[in-house]
């Protein structure tokens, strides 16, 4: 989240802190937005309730401010019959990329 939405990450769309004329200028001072000390609130607890209330914050602030659209999100499901093996079906896929698919060069059948 603080790669696209922090106000001091090159990536980001949001603006900088007040009283920072680059992002080097409000890392060095300190400065801050609502928005990242939100992130930072959220990234630093460990209830799993807070985070959600507090992502949830977030998305509407980052909603109203018109600085990211918010569509549904994508969610890959896989059928599958018994027998049939392979990362992203039977075993994890380390989430090295935004979005793993199963790799079915890798899956096989079990033959009876």
Do not use: K
């Amino acid at each position: 989240m603080n790669v696209r939405f922090g106000s001091t990450s090159p990536y980001s769309g949001t603006p900088l802190p007040e009283g920072a004329e680059t992002m080097e200028e409000a890392q060095a001072e300190g400065l801050e937005t609502e928005l990242d000390e939100l992130l930072n609130e959220a990234a630093s607890t460990t209830d799993e309730d807070e985070r959600q209330e507090l992502y949830e914050e977030i998305s509407e602030y980052i909603s109203e401010e018109a600085y990211a659209p918010f569509g549904p999100a994508f969610s890959p499901a896989q059928v599958v019959r018994d027998g049939v093996y392979g990362p992203g079906l039977t075993e994890p896929i380390p989430a090295l990329a935004v979005n793993q698919q199963v790799l079915y060069d890798r899956v096989w059948i079990e033959q009876e």
